[in-house]
């Protein structure tokens, strides 16, 4: 006789094989995308402000994230207001500490999952199909093993959905009205986390009763949605013109042409689908062939499906899941490229086995059959996961485990060869903890700049997609670098052919190779082959417009030096300065000043701008613009370097655009915050 105890501890051995090899299983360290854009999102919660990706929308993920950091720093016993500089100082720490706790909070549900299945169905059998739902795919196991991403979190929302169906299934009152906020919270909830969840939606939809409360549904979802992606209110515009290119556009991501759909790439898509995820095909076609069969037999019988379903609605469910299956498929195939997208129903296949069980017994009404066929399809399970995914699993973690022993054996290679040198990292590609905190100027809006710049003050960037440098956001030249680091220059790059290094030398950055690997590359700055660049370093510049800010015309309405004048006389201050005595003062009452105007341009004219900004203030601007809108914006916010007073330098580098003619180029200050700042020494330098 079995002890009441084993079917307990049979149900704590899954969920203990996905802690055991999931928590050491490998990731890529420095994973900028999606790992850093969910971490730094985060911490822009922890400063209490919006976040700058939306584009999953993914805000559940950003917000557990920040629960978890602010958590850890109770835990540490550190004060909260250096939390977000403990991140940027070991950002990759943090990233294991999320990713362990997705993987514990999904084990967990995964033993409350058994649990359910067990105490609703009465069978353990039962119970350990609804537990080894991840195992199924190794795509699953891959994503929610090694991301912090919405993958982990859309797992653990089909998890606890799959636990309320279950509840629901076997309720005799199952139009109870906790039902539909039950639903409703956890459709918001996932819909919030990705938009591959939508499919899902459908499942309530179909299943509850009436269509008050299939309405009431409808709107607790939304209302839901937007509560959880409550962070991302000020980019919702953005949001949904995504989705709105996302469905209007052939390519991924919005791209490619005009439509619905590219036909001869759709059907490919859909035949790949089926090829690379089988276990998920063969449920979706054996439900559909047990359904068509319960249609035709009570088509013949002209008899309701319920009287041959008996008390439980399972083929009804079924109906639904196979429905949410076939929806995913087909939205997925639109711009496929990753089966990860695929995950929310990935995570219904162990219902949707159970519910296969239990219809096939409805139709040849032969109970016994469930306590044969739980076992065997268990047992199959377990040999299909053996024989596909341990595999491909050991394969992934292997390339994890060597791209990391590279990385590591890269950088350490830098500090013991290359340690007088100034680093510039390649980006976006290349693995490294700056070059993935970066990532964050394009997914978080920059808001832990000041942060990122305090930690790290000189740290160089060469952006493949530009061919210009960058300490962090701020654009330099060659020119720039040289001055204030020497000409002793490593290139720390992923590994690139030959002709992409010559192409990076004919824009000006001339390259010697010193070591190549799998994943990495080093290069030396080739200074023989930039020496007349070397020799002009200290020669005179072109023509040079100044401006100290402490001479003023006679009425004080305009600053000048020498033959040049500026705009904004009034706002000159003696509160500060960095040469001289006087300063240029911006506050919310006076938020432009120090114009000056460039006339006389030539198409294709370069200029190097330069402004010192005391206030280390990312709200204010150095700004060239055109008059007629379109042809001309730019404004930087961010400096090169920090002088020993505190100034900081921004330097902007302008390239005069064909459109604009004969009209001026406007040169000036901008303050778009509530701070008071102080400017001072504007440089206008046509560069030769």
């Known amino acids: 006789m079995m002890r009441k105890s084993a079917p307990i501890l049979a149900l704590l051995i899954l969920p203990a094989l996905f802690l055991l090899f999931g928590i050491p299983f490998n990731r890529t360290h420095y994973a900028n995308d999606p790992d850093y854009i969910y971490l730094v999102n985060a911490l822009n919660l922890l400063k209490g402000k919006p976040v700058g990706h939306i584009d999953n929308p993914g805000t559940t993920v950003m917000e557990m994230n920040a629960a978890i950091l602010a958590t850890a720093s109770v835990f540490d016993g550190h004060h909260d207001h250096l939390l977000i500089e403990r991140v940027i100082r070991d950002p990759d720490r943090y990233i294991q500490l999320i990713r362990v706790t997705f993987i514990i909070l999904i084990a967990l549900l995964l033993i409350l999952l058994g649990w359910v299945g067990w105490k609703k169905t009465g069978s353990l059998w039962h119970a350990l199909i609804f537990q080894f739902t991840p195992f199924l795919s190794a795509n699953v196991l891959e994503h929610v093993w090694t991301k912090v991403s919405p993958e982990p979190v859309l797992f653990m929302v089909t998890t606890l959905m799959v636990m309320a169906l279950i509840y629901y299934l076997y309720d005799p009152d199952r139009d109870s009205w906790k039902y539909v906020i039950l639903f409703a919270l956890l459709s918001g909830f996932g819909l919030a986390t990705k938009a591959t969840y939508f499919p899902l939606f459908f499942i309530p939809l179909l299943r509850l009763s009436g269509w008050l409360r299939k309405s009431l549904f409808v709107a607790g979802t939304a209302v839901t949605f937007v509560l959880f992606t409550s962070p991302a209110f000020p980019e919702y515009r953005h949001m949904f013109d995504w989705f709105y290119r996302l469905s209007t556009h052939t390519g991924i991501y919005g791209q490619g042409s005009r439509g619905v759909i590219d036909t001869q790439t759709y059907l490919s898509n859909i035949a790949q689908i089926f090829v690379t995820n089988p276990v998920m095909t063969a449920v979706f076609f054996v439900s559909l062939t ?58 219904f296949l162990g219902l949707a086995v159970f519910l296969i069980i239990l219809s096939l017994e409805r139709l040849i009404r032969r109970p016994a059959l469930t306590r044969i066929a739980s076992p065997v399809l268990f047992t199959g399970l377990v040999v299909i996961f053996v024989i596909g995914n341990i595999p491909y699993l050991k394969t992934a973690d292997h390339y994890y485990r060597i791209t990391n022993e590279e990385t590591d054996a890269t950088l350490s290679r830098v500090d013991a060869q290359f340690a007088g040198f100034t680093r510039v990292y390649y980006y976006p590609n290349t693995i490294n903890k700056f070059s993935a905190l970066k990532f964050e100027s394009a997914y978080a809006k920059r808001m832990i700049l000041p942060e990122r710049k305090a930690v790290y003050p000189e740290t160089w960037f060469y952006d493949g997609r530009t061919y210009l440098f960058y300490n962090w956001e701020a654009e330099m030249s060659m020119e720039d670098i040289l001055r204030m680091s020497g000409k002793k220059i490593i290139f720390i790059s992923r590994a690139i052919s030959g002709e992409e290094v010559a192409t990076i030398g004919r824009k000006g950055f001339p390259l010697k190779e010193v070591y190549r690997g799998r994943i990495h590359s080093l290069y030396e700055l080739d200074t023989n082959a930039i020496e007349p660049l070397i020799t002009r370093l200290d020669a005179p510049s072109g023509e040079r417009i100044f401006c100290d800010a402490d001479s003023l015309t006679d009425d004080r309405s305009c600053f000048v030096n020498q033959a040049y004048t500026f705009g904004g006389g009034w706002l000159q201050s003696r509160e500060k300065a960095r040469s001289g005595s006087c300063s240029v003062k911006l506050d919310t009452k006076n938020r432009f000043g120090l114009e000056y105007a460039l006339t006389g341009l030539k198409s294709g004219d370069r200029y190097r701008l330069s402004v010192w900004r005391l206030e280390d203030y990312y709200e204010s601007h150095l700004v060239a613009a055109s008059d007629k809108p379109g042809v001309f914006y730019k404004a930087v916010n961010d400096n090169i370097r920090t002088d020993a007073k505190g100034w900081r330098q921004l330097v902007m580098y302008v390239t005069v655009p064909e459109g604009l003619g004969d009209d001026p180029l406007k040169v000036y200050l901008w303050n778009s915050g509530k701070q008071t700042v102080h400017f001072d020494d504007l440089e206008i330098v046509k560069l030769n």
């Open 290 to 347: 047990l359904l068509a069969t319960f249609l035709i037999r009570k088509i013949i019988r002209r008899a309701p499906v319920e009287k041959h379903d008996g008390p439980i609605p399972s083929v009804k469910l079924l109906s639904a899941i196979t429905f949410m299956i076939a929806l995913s498929i087909v939205i997925v195939a639109k711009h496929y490229h990753a089966n990860h997208y695929l995950l929310p129903a990935q995570g």
